[in-house]
């Protein structure tokens, strides 16, 4: 089960694939496919981490080395990388699964 804190980024993930009515789009045996489940927790934690190393990075500016920002830079960096792969097998998933 997804933690409550993603929670909210989860609804904001499953909105491109929410039908007319709001309902999700089942997959293609009438159940909701198990792995698009579990590929959108993966996303929305990525989306969460990323979004914290993002805020830690704006937070550091003017307050501390730079080699400390360079560090929480790169972190980001790692987030945002992290990030992208997660959408990436989401998407796939969801056309080569057509769920």
């Known amino acids: 089960m997804p933690s409550p804190q993603i929670g909210h980024l989860r609804l904001a993930l499953y909105q491109p694939i929410l039908g007319r009515a709001g309902m999700i789009r ?7 496919c198990e792995e698009k489940e579990r590929l959108i927790d993966v996303y929305a934690k990525a989306s969460a981490e990323l979004s914290d190393a993002v805020a830690a990075l704006r937070k550091s500016e003017g307050t501390c080395s730079k080699e400390e920002y360079d560090v929480l830079g ?23 699964h057509k769920c």
Do not use: S, W, Y
């Open 26 to 32: 089942l997959g293609m045996a009438g159940t909701v």
């Open 74 to 96: 790169r972190a980001a960096e790692d987030a945002h990388m992290r990030n992208e792969q997660a959408r990436l097998a989401f998407e796939r998933h969801q056309q080569d």
